[in-house]
C-alpha cells in the first residue's frame, strides 16, 4: 500500500519515511525526521528536527513533537526525540527534545498519552505506559514501564516513577513513587499495592504477598527506609519484583514518597 500524503502537508528535504505511512493536512515534518512503516499522522501536526518516530504510531491532530525545550539553558546543541513502535500520541500532546544533559528525549513502544499531555526534555518513558490527559512532566523525569498517571498529574523535575504503578489525577508529583504500587493524596502518599493491576498483568499471589510484606515494613512499622531496606534484605525472598523494589530505592535522589 502506498503513501498517503495530503497535498497540503510540508515535507521538507531530509525526511526518512517509511511504507504505508499516511499524513495528514497542514501538518510540517521537518528535516531530518524518520518516521516508521504504518503510522498514521493527522492534520497540522509538527515532527520538528531530529524526530524519530517508531512503527505504527499514531499522532493525532495538532500535537507537536521534538521541538526545542523550554530550559533557559538550552544552547542550541543538536537533540533528538525518540518514539517506540504503536505509541498512540493524542491531539495537542508536545515532546520536547533533549538537552546535553541527556541529548535526547524517549518514549517507549505501546504507550498512550492522552489529549494535552506535555513531556519535557530529557525524559525517559517506558513501555506501556499510559498518561491522561493534561499530565504535566518536567524535564529528566523517568517513567518506568506499566505505570499510569491519571489526568492532570504534574510531574516535578528529577522525579522517579516506578514500573507497574498508579498516581491518581490531579495529584503532584514531588518524590519518587516506588513501584507497583497506587500513590494519591496531598501530599502524595502511599496507598497500597496495585492489586488489580498487577493481577491484571499476571502477577501470581506469591509474588504480590512478598511485595506487600516489603511494602508493610517501609510504611506500616517503625522503621525508617534504611533499617525498612534491612529488614527486606534479611526477611523477604529476594524476587525479581522485591530486587526491583530495592534497586528503585537505592537510586533515588530526592527520596521515595511516604
Not at 546535553?100 to 513531556?119: I, N
Not at 496507598?191 to 506500616?220: C, T
Request: charged share 20%.
Amino acid at each position: 500500500m502506498a503513501n498517503s500524503i495530503h497535498p497540503t502537508a510540508i515535507i521538507e528535504a531530509g525526511v526518512n519515511i517509511g511504507e504505508n505511512v499516511s499524513i495528514g493536512p497542514y501538518s510540517w515534518i521537518r528535516n531530518n525526521v524518520t518516521i516508521g512503516d504504518g503510522c498514521n499522522i493527522g492534520s497540522h501536526v509538527v515532527i520538528c528536527p531530529g524526530s524519530k518516530i517508531g512503527n505504527n504510531c499514531q499522532i493525532l491532530h495538532h500535537a507537536v513533537l521534538g521541538e526545542v525545550p523550554q530550559d533557559l539553558k538550552f544552547g542550541g546543541e543538536e537533540t533528538t526525540i525518540e518514539v517506540g513502535d504503536r505509541t498512540v500520541i493524542r491531539e495537542f500532546v508536545t515532546i520536547n527534545r533533549g538537552t546535553q544533559a541527556h541529548w535526547k528525549t524517549v518514549v517507549g513502544s505501546d504507550c498512550l498519552m492522552m489529549a494535552y499531555v506535555h513531556l519535557a526534555h530529557d525524559c525517559i518513558v517506558g513501555n506501556n505506559v499510559i498518561m491522561a490527559n493534561a499530565c504535566n512532566v518536567g524535564g529528566h523525569v523517568e517513567i518506568q514501564d506499566w505505570a499510569i498517571l491519571g489526568g492532570m498529574v504534574g510531574i516535578h523535575q528529577f522525579t522517579k516513577v516506578g514500573q507497574h504503578s498508579l498516581v491518581g489525577g490531579h495529584y503532584r508529583v514531588i518524590k519518587d513513587v516506588p513501584p507497583f504500587i497506587i500513590a494519591a493524596g496531598e501530599p502524595l502518599r502511599f496507598e497500597g499495592l496495585n492489586i488489580i493491576g498487577l493481577r491484571r498483568r499476571g502477577f501470581k499471589n506469591d509474588v504480590l504477598k512478598n511485595l506487600k510484606k516489603a511494602y508493610n515494613l517501609i510504611y506500616s512499622s517503625q522503621y525508617n527506609v534504611s533499617d525498612a531496606v534491612k529488614k527486606i534484605h534479611e526477611e523477604i525472598e529476594q524476587t525479581p519484583e522485591v530486587n526491583a523494589l530495592l534497586e528503585f530505592i537505592q537510586k533515588s535522589d530526592r527520596g521515595i514518597i511516604r
